[in-house]
């Protein structure tokens, strides 16, 4: 179907991610579904896009966590209403993979852990939440569960960190092949070697770019 | 001068002969418990212990003060009722679930036994008597605990209350009132019972999270409020890069700062000292402490030195895991830098 409106519209959907404004996403999202635009098109280069400006700005320390949050419910408002209706022929062969992601035990920030998740979903993964104060078999055990090919390990305490040498080895015990990301505020690249992880995020400002370049890439497979 | 002469004195700003070295955070490293054959969670339950415990650095690593009420930031949160994970060996009391929300804020009120609660009366009251036995004469010993802004998120959820930093300020306010009771309240009483100092540790309000606008208009005036309230000097230590609010961080009224590595150690006693406030810090606890060789530690600690910190520091709550050789290096370097011999 052919949709008239569609700049406006993924123009307006940018708009109101970047400026939090959940009305505009809302009203946007529901105008998409009533003038037959492609649903994915308006997730991916509208509410997706705009969350990269979002964390450009984060990076250039326009915007902080807060408005993050604020940016990731407007974004949200538009997932719930425009989800449901993408056409499942947009999503062939785009099956980004699964990704389990949890905070370490003894460790119940995650903010930086929800807002990863979230750029995960919005790029197409399929992502198994384990929450915060995650006891540290239960990775393992999640990963063999939904043969997932990423696990994201997040800790925000020098403290908590020390747990995700353990989760590191019993995950690769039991399947050398899954990839493990670390991330939060003690986590460096040493510690990352260190403790035989894959990669790693320096903070939560990078972790949003790398979640980010998923997402630039993905819209760079559908163009 | 003994080692609380030369403190004090360059605490009030007065020029000393050596800059003393010591934590202004917490340490409960594993192998100072071991020297003494003590672990968690006694360390953190049991007052002999806990003041024990303080005492290992000043001779095993040769820390200059010592620090009373814990090896935790969580003292006032666990007097208002906030749920908490058990200690282990090598992970300390954390937050594990959030007393109050949306709906029950009207129930958030501050006790009125508050000093009754958590391990003020048992545990950290004899703590800081036996340090002042022991030790008091010698060395200044501090308090610590949460800071307000940091405790108000411990007992709504900080995602929920950054949230309410944007929509809802009224509930912001609400939540603010009560932690900023508290905070006034814990620090008057560890005055009363004998520490020299009182630090604030306010993760929650750093630029890692929280915009320096925001920290202006919501933290600022929060902890004026506050240190104009106490008894004695406070410090307030924030985690992260604090270079944006190094400024405000003075402006609170606070005798000293204390920040990590990742803030500008350079600037920050530019500024600090145009105010007339004393700079803790900041050799990184996880990348070089805990994670680097004792030559990575002797030269940060060196540079900080070069720098000008007042107070030789680890930049933030020193990690369980951390080799003791690495941090000996911090006292090395001073006394170097200084021209003594190391003991």
Known sequence: MACDKRDELIQALHEGVVEMDEDLVLETANKVLEEGCNVYDAIMNGLAAGMEEVGDLYDQQEYFVPELLMCADALYVGLNVLKPHIDPADLGGRAKGQVVIGTVQGDVHDIGKNIIKMMFEVAGFTVHDLGRDVPLEKFAEEQLRTDSEIVALSAMMTTTMMGMEKVVEMIKAKNPNVKIMLGGAPVTDDVTKLFGADGYAETAGNAVQEAVKMVSQLRKLQD | ?343
């Open chain 2, 1 to 343: 001068m003994n080692l609380k002469e030369r403190f004090l004195a360059k605490f009030n700003g007065e020029d000393v002969d050596i800059t003393p070295v010591g934590s202004t955070t917490t340490y409960a490293v594993m192998a100072f418990g071991d020297s003494i054959g003590k672990e968690r969670p006694e360390a953190d339950t049991d007052a002999r212990v806990m003041a024990d415990w303080a005492k290992v650095p000043t001779k095993l690593v040769g820390w200059e003060w010592v620090k009373a009420m814990g090896w935790d930031i969580i003292p006032l949160s666990e007097a208002m009722g906030v749920e908490l994970g058990a200690p282990t060996r090598d992970t300390q009391y954390f937050v594990k679930g959030h007393p109050y929300n949306a709906d029950n804020l009207d129930d958030l009120e501050f006790p009125s036994d508050f000093l009754q609660r958590g391990r003020f009366p048992d545990v950290y009251g004899p703590q800081i008597q036996m340090l002042k036995q022991e030790v008091g004469d010698e060395m200044v010993i501090f308090g610590e605990s949460e800071g307000a802004f940091t405790l108000a998120a411990n007992l709504v959820g900080t995602e929920l209350f950054m949230r309410w930093c944007f929509k809802d300020k009224g509930k912001v306010a609400r939540v603010l009132e009560v932690a900023k009771q508290a905070a006034i309240a814990a620090a008057n009483w560890a005055f009363d019972q004998g520490v020299d100092y009182y630090v604030f540790a306010e993760p929650t309000s750093g630029p890692a999270l929280l915009s320096p606008r925001m920290y202006k208009k919501i933290v600022l005036p929060l902890e004026q409020e506050i240190v104009a309230a106490l008894k004695g000097p406070a410090v307030l230590h924030i985690c992260a890069n604090t270079d944006p609010v190094i400024d405000m961080m003075c402006d609170t009224g606070v005798k000293g700062i204390s920040i990590e590595e990742k803030a500008d150690m350079k600037a920050a006693v530019e500024k600090a000292h145009a105010k007339d406030v004393r700079v803790f810090g900041n050799v990184a606890t996880a990348t070089t402490l805990f994670n680097g060789t004792p030559q990575e530690c002797y030269d940060e600690a060196r540079r900080a030195l070069e720098n000008g910190t007042d107070f030789l520091c680890p930049g933030c709550g020193v990690a369980p895991q951390s080799p003791v050789e690495n941090l000996k290096q911090l006292r090395k370097a001073r006394d170097d830098y200084f021209g003594l011999q190391s003991e």
